[in-house]
C-alpha cells in the first residue's frame, strides 16, 4: 500500500471516530492500530501500538507535566489570582479602558503561573466580568478581550505546551522553548491592550482614579510572591541549578508553602481533592500523549510526514509561501481541533518541511504554539471560547463581532513570529548561548 492510501486511511478512521464522538485519545490510538494492520498483523498492530505508548511514556522530562499541573491546581485555589488582579489593577488603572488592561494583564500573569489557558480566563474572567459590567463596559466587549487574552500565559513559562513539544521533536531543548516564549507571549499581550484601548477610548470607557503610593505599594508585595514562581522556575533552569522537571517539583513546594502557610487559602484536608484533579488531569494529558506517539510511528511507519513534506515543497520552494500555507493549515485546524492533540498530531507532519526550510525547531516551537493559542479562542471548538463567554454571562454569537479586531492583531504577530525569528530567538542566544 502507497503513503497516500495510508495517509488517506489514518485520516480518514480519525476524522470517523471524532465525528461520532470517540474521546480523541482513544480515536488516535485506533487510528494507529488500523494503521499498523496495513502492514502488519491485527495482533501484532495492538502490540506494537501498545509498545509505542509505553516506552513513549517512559520518560523523566514528562514528569514536568504533573508537577506543573498540580502547581497550577494549587495555584488556583490558594487565592492568587484575586492578587493578581489587584496588581493589574495599578498597573494599567491610569489607561483609557482601564479594566480591560487589567483583564489582559492579569491573564498573563495568572495564565504564565497556572499554565492554563481555561483556568486563566474562568478565574481572572469571573472576577473582572462583574467589575466591567458595572462600569458600563459592553458584556460582549468585556468578554472578547478575556478570551483573546487567556491563551498568553501558555506562551509565556512554565508552559507544559512547550515540553510535549520538546518531547514530540526529540528533545529540543525546553530551556530555550521556555526563554523564547517570552517575548512573544508579551507581545501578544501588548498588541491586545493597543486594540483594547483605542476600542475602550472611542467608547468612552472609564480610566480608573489614581490609587495612592500606599495602595501601590502593598498591591505590589502582594502579588511579588506568586511571580515569584517565574522568577525560582526560570531562574533555576537558565542559571544551571535545575532540569525543568526538577523546576516543576520546586514550583509545587513554592505553592504549596505559598497556599498553605502563607495566604492559608487552603487547608491540609484541600489537598486530596486537589491532587485528584491534578491526577485526572495529568491521565487525560498523558493518554493523549501516549497515543499520540503511536500515531506518530504509524505516520512514520507509512512514511506520511516526508509525503506530506514532499507533496508541500511540490507547491511551492519559497519559505516565505510555505509557511504560510503550514500557518493557515494549523489554523483551520485549531478551529475544531484542541490545542494539545493538534500539537500531538500535526507537530511530525509538519516538523520534516521546516527542518528542510532550515527552521529552528525552537523557533517553529514557539510558531505553532503562538498559532494554536488562536485556535482556542475560535469557534466552533475554542475551550477558551466557551468558557469566556460563560463566565462573561454572553452567547458565542454576540461575542465574535468584538473578538475580530483582536483576531486580525493575533494574525499579524503571529506573521511577525512567523518571519522574524530574532523575535523568538533572541533572547535564547543572549541568555543561553543557543
Request: net charge neutral.
Amino acid at each position: 500500500m502507497d503513503e497516500l492510501q495510508s495517509a488517506l486511511v489514518l485520516f480518514g478512521v480519525f476524522a470517523v471516530l471524532m465525528v461520532i464522538g470517540v474521546p480523541i485519545a482513544f480515536a488516535i490510538g485506533l487510528a494507529a492500530v488500523v494503521t499498523f494492520t496495513l502492514f502488519m498483523t491485527f495482533d501484532q498492530s495492538v502490540f506494537i501500538t501498545a509498545q509505542q505508548m509505553a516506552s513513549g511514556l517512559d520518560s523523566f522530562t514528562l514528569l514536568a507535566i504533573p508537577f506543573f499541573i498540580l502547581a497550577g491546581n494549587i495555584m488556583n485555589r490558594g487565592g492568587i489570582a484575586i492578587r493578581l488582579i489587584e496588581f493589574a489593577k495599578v498597573l494599567g488603572g491610569r489607561l483609557p479602558g482601564a479594566l480591560a488592561h487589567c483583564n489582559v494583564l492579569a491573564n498573563m500573569m495568572f495564565g504564565s503561573i497556572s499554565g492554563s489557558a481555561v483556568a486563566s480566563a474562568a478565574a481572572v474572567g469571573g472576577v473582572m466580568a462583574p467589575l466591567q459590567r458595572k462600569e458600563g463596559y459592553d458584556p460582549s466587549f468585556s468578554a472578547a478581550v478575556n478570551i483573546a487574552s487567556c491563551p498568553t500565559g501558555l506562551l509565556i513559562p512554565p508552559s507544559t505546551t512547550l515540553i510535549v513539544f520538546s518531547l514530540i521533536t526529540n528533545g529540543t531543548s525546553i530551556a530555550a522553548l521556555f526563554v523564547a516564549g517570552y517575548v512573544p507571549g508579551i507581545l501578544m499581550g501588548l498588541s491586545l491592550m493597543l486594540v483594547a484601548g483605542i476600542i475602550a477610548k472611542r467608547r468612552g470607557y472609564p480610566v480608573a482614579p489614581r490609587p495612592g503610593w500606599g495602595e501601590v505599594r502593598d498591591k505590589t508585595l502582594d502579588a511579588m510572591l506568586p511571580l515569584g514562581l517565574i522568577f525560582i522556575v526560570m531562574g533555576g533552569i537558565i542559571g544551571g541549578v535545575f532540569t525543568a522537571t526538577e523546576a516543576s517539583a520546586a514550583a509545587v513546594v513554592y505553592t504549596l508553602f505559598l497556599a498553605l502557610v502563607w495566604y492559608r487559602e487552603i487547608s491540609l484536608k484541600d489537598l486530596p481533592s486537589i491532587i485528584l484533579e491534578s491526577a485526572i488531569t495529568t491521565s487525560i494529558v498523558l493518554l493523549m500523549i501516549g497515543c499520540s506517539i503511536a500515531m506518530s510511528k504509524a505516520m512514520a511507519f507509512a512514511d506520511i510526514p516526508y509525503t506530506i513534506s514532499d507533496a508541500l515543497l511540490a507547491l511551492s520552494e519559497n519559505p516565505l509561501v510555505l509557511l504560510l500555507i503550514i500557518n493557515i493549515a494549523l489554523l483551520i485546524i485549531g478551529t475544531f481541533m484542541d490545542m494539545t492533540p493538534a500539537l500531538l498530531i500535526f507537530t511530525p507532519i509538519f516538523m520534516p518541511v521546516v527542518s528542510d526550510l532550515g527552521m529552528d525547531p525552537v523557533h517553529f516551537g514557539v510558531m505553532m504554539t503562538f498559532n494554536l493559542c488562536i485556535g482556542i479562542c475560535t469557534p466552533p471548538v475554542g475551550s477558551a471560547l466557551f468558557v469566556g463567554c460563560s463566565v462573561g454571562k454572553v452567547s458565542i454569537g454576540s461575542v465574535i463581532k468584538p473578538l475580530l479586531p483582536f483576531y486580525a492583531v493575533l494574525f499579524a504577530l503571529l506573521l511577525a513570529v512567523t518571519y522574524l525569528p530574532a523575535i523568538s530567538l533572541t533572547l535564547p542566544r543572549l541568555l543561553l548561548g543557543y
